[in-house]
């Protein structure tokens, strides 16, 4: 049965209607995690650190994609609380046409300047080669990339968010079907990795575009609209955290790579490429349920339903709560086998990952929170505080941590900084929370 973002939502209707985007989230976090798992076992250690250091620049690109999500999917839950639909399909539209433009430009850029910026974050020699080889052929899908991104909230404004999940698998069985073929049976190497990754990513991005384009049976389509430079500027102001979040974290990346370039050489680099492979896939699971509950926040916000407010927010950290105590014992459990998975060719990267592993797992207590917090006042056009959330999160206390922590205690400093920087950040989500309840009534 269809669930409308008007309904009453009960434990069991929150969770069947924000599971696709769980696993949409988490499949589209595959994508690096198969690149990776192959070149690593079979091309090498060196192009398996390449990948993983080249990796946070190319997110930085592709988070426009989130930004125009987003944002974009509060306001047009907003406008349909209000009753306007066919505003909400304009700026559907437009948010759509205008980021594709973003995303040709961005590519091109990025193809452009991949060279020097690798080789100003550390990368040299061989490492250097493959950073620009890997990053080059992803860029060419970035457009797509972008508006598979977009795709997956707007699916979930659609009241679709079923059919985002059939593309994302899609996508993501595309993606490991040719990582096999291109890297282990043809043994193509980097240059495989990378085409299986973007062909898969067009996969993601050009199918929901004929959807929509197409009659189709959602409440979203893609029309004739014009230029609102007001209506895209809110977007982006909404979009801001979620894109702050994930240049901050790609900033982070960088700076983590290069302090474990210091403290444990190329080394450190490939076990924090495997701890970042496992973040992918736990951290998706709370940007999941953040993506798929922020328009039902959104409409309910933009129809003045205050009591069902306050239900989604109790239930919601409730939730998160449970996912969180979980994601940490899997975490501890899975420590072992996965380590031996990416890197147990190697007994000295083995236990520099397996160690990492265990202390950064803790983080996974701490993170959930904050990242709904931050989804939450977004869907709430509360970009500001949305964005103060993310910017500390995911710069200020990470950065601080990761520079100061590796000085007291060498590379456990860099493993323990992620769990300091989370426990901080849901301080400040709680204070946030407390201090705008008044305000939008939940």
Known sequence: MKIQLSEHFSYKKLLRFTLPSIIMMIFTSIYSVVDGFFVSNFVGKTPFAAVNFIMPFLMILGAFGFMFGTGGSALISKTMGEGDKERAQQLFSLFIYVSV??????????????????????????????????????????????????????????????????????????NMTLDALLVAVFSLGLVGAAAATAISQCVGGIIPLIYFLCPNSSILRLTRTKFDGRALFKACTNGASELMSNISMSIVGMLYNMQLIKYAGENGVAA?????????????????????TAPIIGYNYGSGNHSELKNLLKKSLCLIGIFSVAMVVA?????????????????????????????????????????????????????????????????????????????????????VSIVAAELMAVSVTVMFLLMKRKKYHY
Request: proline share 3%; hydrophobic share 60%; aromatic share 16%.
């Open 101 to 174: 433009g973003c995303g040709v430009v961005i590519a091109a850029a990025g193809i452009i300047f991949i060279r020097p910026v690798a080789a100003l974050l550390g990368a040299d020699g061989t490492m250097l080669e493959d950073c620009v080889r890997y990053g080059r052929i992803i860029l060419i899908a970035l457009p797509a990339y972008m508006l598979q991104f977009e795709f997956q909230s707007f699916f979930v404004a659609a009241e679709k968010p079923h059919l985002g999940l059939v593309v994302t698998i899609a996508a993501g069985v595309t």
């Open 272 to 292: 924090y490429g495997v701890l970042m492979y496992v973040n992918f896939i736990f951290l998706a699971a709370f940007i999941g349920y953040s993506v798929g």
């Open 331 to 415: 975490a501890e459990g899975l420590a072992h086998p996965l380590a031996s998975m990416f890197v147990g060719y190697d007994l000295e990267l083995f236990k520099m990952t397996l160690r990492g592993f265990m202390i950064y797992s803790f983080s996974f207590l701490f993170s959930g929170i904050a990242i709904f917090g931050s989804s939450f006042f977004t869907a709430l056009n509360d970009g500001l505080i949305s964005a103060l959330i993310s910017f500390l999160r995911t710069l200020v206390f990470q950065v601080a941590a990761v520079l100061v922590f590796p000085l007291i205690w060498g590379i456990d400093g860099i493993w």
